[in-house]
């Protein structure tokens, strides 16, 4: 049995929440408190061998509690994972943009692929 611990820290106005058992972190989730009152729900993780076990949903629903009794009239967003969608679904939240994983290895030499100053950049 796991337990949700806070955890504070004074980095960019982020909150989080851990998931201990036996001394272990097995889990984390995080927000970011932004202006205008908004939320932006960030990071979540649960360890491989601990995942399907409602750790996600145990740290998701403290996080959503503590935005509900904290923050009222703030308005939440999150990006999220297709796996993570349903959950947002149930919650309330409606699906806008898909955002696509991409990754490269870092090279000394740099090399711009394209000069077009017509592409938006958005990273």
Known sequence: MHTITPFRTHAQGLEGWLAIEDGQTVGHIFMQLE???RIKFLDAWVHPERRREGIFRSLWET???????????????AWCLPESLPLLIEKG????????????P?????????????IPITC
């Open 35 to 37: 202006p205008n009152r």
């Open 93 to 104: 939240f409606h699906a806008s943009d898909v955002c696509t994983y991409v990754e490269r």
């Open 63 to 77: 996080r959503w509690g503590h935005v509900c009794t904290t923050y009222p009239d703030y308005t939440v967003y």
């Open 106 to 118: 870092v090279t000394e030499s740099y090399s711009p692929s394209r000069t077009n100053t017509d």
